[in-house]
């Protein structure tokens, strides 16, 4: 993204490329307005054809410049700075949503004078403007790839400014326990009223803690859980994942070993995205080099997994194989699937937590559903605790924003100890300073131009 400009005007395609029903070019900077002159035609000629009422559709056409020729029939609306998401002119051209119209239209736009946007520039600009805080435009991309109801909640919580509400009072208490401090380096005690220090910083410390508190089921709830289903071949992995999905998306035969290669579908388990990866039969000697990849990739598979299923064979005795692939999983969270239990039993419960001792057990049959809701309790019990977010308190969901809290905790704990311990008010004052810089990295009083980019260059271009 180099070096940040807002003099400049940028465009871009704000909506997905391919057929639909609209498409829309965006244009924010202090150029959109007079491109949009050049470019549109009203299909409504009057006097005041040349003029665009604020955040009123116009309808007419987009022509080429250089020979007058129409190239789609549009709408569009003109959004004047600062009452824009960008707080400069931003032009919307709604265009139909044919691959070939939209770009047409964002290369005149790009012709007249303006440059394609970076990703995330347009809400860059809203933030350097000081539309919305850092954590409110990381906000915007969440609510984009929000996968389920609990995770876009979280997200539109946080573009409201529930975290940033949180997060901007705890900084204010530190800054001014910061401005005491340095004031004490200064003058002479008798100069300066005395002001308490401990009572802050101890609230300050409560308050990050119940965010962090949260802050590994936010997590959960943007990303998902990466849930390997791994076993030997023929125990029912892919039956289990057509069960989970209620459908049926793996091939599923009786023949040893169909699947040769992971296979991957996102499930929304009571508001958690959850990722499921059906993958190959694991076993020691693979028949074939198809095979041998496949199992490669089962264990790759496996070792990415934030959860792992065994899946094992309950109408059978157990094989060594069984061991082997619970040896593999070793400490990772996981649940052991006993399958098949339609059928007359072979494997106990003692024989099930053989395999894995600290890991639940649930039987279930893929081919009829039974248990299937067991064990998506036992997973939800795992995952989180048995807790589903259904208040509104704000949740960090982001894992950068959490680095950033668990720093500013470490400093005013530290800064607490210290201050008890009778270390100098220099000595104390580093230590708030660098909480008050990590708060200030997740609203952007402090974030650098590398975080800036490193965040935004995250996001889709023509947002």
């Avoid at 076993?231 to 989970?244: E, F, I, Q």
């Amino acid at each position: 993204m180099g070096v940040f400009s807002l003099d400049d005007t940028i465009a871009a395609i704000a909506t997905p490329l391919g057929e639909g029903g609209i498409g829309i070019v965006k244009v924010s900077g202090p150029g959109a307005v007079e491109i949009l002159h050049t470019l549109f035609t009203s299909a409504t000629p009057s006097a005041t054809s040349l003029r665009f009422p604020p955040r009123q559709l116009r309808w007419g056409h987009i022509r080429d410049p250089r020979d007058g020729s129409i190239v789609d029939e549009v709408l569009v609306v003109v959004m004047p700075a600062p009452h824009s998401y960008t707080r400069q002119d931003v032009v919307e051209i709604q265009s139909h949503g044919g691959i070939l119209p939209v770009r047409r239209i964002l290369e005149l736009v790009l012709s007249c004078g303006a440059r394609l946007a970076e990703p995330g520039e347009m809400t860059l600009r809203a933030f350097l403007n000081g539309r919305i805080d850092l954590a409110q435009a990381e906000a915007v991309r969440d609510i984009v790839q929000a996968r389920t109801e609990a995770a876009l909640r979280v997200a539109v919580a946080q573009l409201g400014g529930h975290l940033s509400a949180r997060v901007r009072p705890a900084r204010a208490h530190l800054l001014s326990v910061l401005a005491y401090l340095e004031a004490s380096i200064d003058f002479v005690e008798d100069e300066i009223p005395p002001q308490d220090v401990l009572s802050p910083l101890c609230s300050v410390a409560e308050d990050l803690s119940q965010l962090l508190a949260a802050a590994d089921r936010g997590i959960i709830y943007r990303y998902g859980v990466r849930t390997a289903i791994v076993g030997r071949p023929n125990v029912g992995k892919s039956s289990l994942l057509n069960a989970l999905l209620r459908g049926d998306r793996a091939i599923v035969t009786p023949i040893p070993g169909t699947t040769r290669d992971t296979l991957e579908e996102t499930i929304n388990l009571q508001g958690v995205p959850l990722i499921l990866v059906d993958t190959a039969g694991i076993r020691a000697h693979p028949q074939d080099e198809v095979e041998r990849l496949g199992v490669e990739r089962s264990r790759a598979a496996l070792r990415q997994a934030d959860l792992a299923l065994l899946v094992v064979d309950g109408s059978s005795p157990l094989e060594a194989a069984d061991y082997e692939i619970a040896a593999l999983i070793g400490t990772q969270p996981s649940v052991v699937v006993v399958n098949k239990c339609d059928l007359p039993a072979s494997v106990g419960a003692n024989a099930a937590m053989s395999l894995l001792p600290s890991a639940p057990h649930v039987r279930i049959s893929a081919l009829t559903g039974e248990g299937i809701e067991d064990l998506e309790a036992v997973i939800l019990e795992k995952v989180l605790g048995g807790q589903v977010s259904t208040s509104d308190m704000p949740l960090v969901s982001n894992a950068r924003h959490k680095a950033a809290l668990s720093r500013a905790r470490e400093h005013v704990l530290a800064a607490i100890q210290g201050y008890r311990n009778g270390l100098s008010a220099d000595l104390v004052a580093i230590d708030v300073r660098e909480a008050v810089d990590a708060l200030g990295e997740i609203t952007g009083e402090t974030a650098t131009a590398d975080l800036l980019e490193m965040i935004f260059s995250q996001f889709c271009i023509g947002k």
